[in-house]
């Protein structure tokens, strides 16, 4: 009997200390670049951090010198206060980037009631189903809220208000938790619901999406820097002509947070979490130098445009150069030697005589002039005088019969054909042979061998 006490109390002692470990546990917050969108659907969220917890209450209850009961009137009769119709269970998930603190509630409620709509002196979205997130951006963990903690509120209508800690009510004193409403803070909510809320029928689930700006509560995001957050819920079970409300209370209230305290706005109880992971080096890069951003993309587009232009420039090439019928005088080393040539016509066998000479280079016009013997105009003028095409083009055609020679001999293929004869793509190389001979290289080829075995 007595080895079996000892053992129950060794069980005991060591659940407790389980359980005061677990109660320690910095939470990690993880670095995320994941776009969502905020829409009240959590399919898009991948699995961040996650924690679980549900309403295990039987009353209020308190971590501080401050009752939650103490709201109520003076001989309220306690008795009145109404337990919850079914249990919640909640699921928190959150993450971080450089700019956005990204949270989601999923939140297992049978009765969903939102029927307080507020004044603007008083505001009261507690007294409906919804969230309450609290942050202390600077994980000073102090009894009472200060000018670094903020309350988010949201119910299920998405309704929303945010409190921040108020220094003149700090130094006063006279309130258990010392906040201001009415904050002009900037975040993004967005509510979805299973289920038909402020009826009797028994509902499901709902769905809160936050995003809130790292800039709008003062914080500057970075690796393993600590926060404190307080993660609470507000479950009404009834509908109001059911309940009492006295001023900004209601005995259908039924907070409860994931510390297991019905009272909120106390960071000294809040749970402590850290922000892990950090951004990718592209990220990194991207923040650094995201002021030059704009003239990589000026140089990227330009440099784009500029070879979009070169493209339609040899298009447009290709389209001038004519076809092997529309072109009879093309000046080879040893063509025409019978015939009395005229000057310009001596100029173009010259002019031919380079271009076989350096066949396999890349010839410009400008380059052909000078190496003849001529201004650029003149050569421009010469061969549109006598062939109607530019110095480029008659560049190309003599190129273009050599490579027709070098496969009818079957010297090489197609690809051999272009490296030989200075066209660095080959696939260019047979477009062009193909607008002058009206036939592909292979095409040619074939013609040539059926040619001959005709003959």
Known sequence: MRF?????LLLLFFSLLSFSQTDNIIFQIPYSNQKIQIDGD???WEKYFEYTFSDTL???HNETNYKLSDIFPKNFDFNKLL???SRNKVRFRAFWNKENFYCAFTVWDKHLFAENHGRIDKPLVHLNDGIELYIDTKNEGTPKMDINDYQFLIDIRNNTEVFKGDLKEILA???AVPKDYAQNILFYSAVKIDGVYNDEEEDSVYTIEIEIPFAAIGVIPETNMKMRLDVCVNDIDYPVKKTLQIEEVSTAMWPFSWSGYSDFGFPKYWKEVRFVG??????AVSEKYKSEWFWIYVVTAT????????LIYRIFKLRKLPSYKEVNNIYFDNANEQKKLSYNEKILRKASQYIIKNKSKT???????ENIGLSLRTLQRITKEELNITPTNYIYLVKLNLAAEFLKNKLGNVTDAAYEFGFSDPSYFSKTFKKHFEVSPSEFVKRAEEDAKTR
Do not use: K, M, Q, Y
């Open 173 to 175: 004193d006279t309130v």
């Open 83 to 85: 337990h919850p119709r």
């Open 4 to 8: 079996l006490n000892l053992t129950g």
């Open 363 to 369: 010839i410009h016009s400008a380059e052909l002039a």
């Open 278 to 283: 950090s951004p990718s080096w592209f990220e």
């Open 58 to 60: 039987s009353s209020f």
């Open 42 to 44: 959590l399919s898009d």
């Open 303 to 310: 440099i784009s445009l500029l070879v979009i232009l070169l």
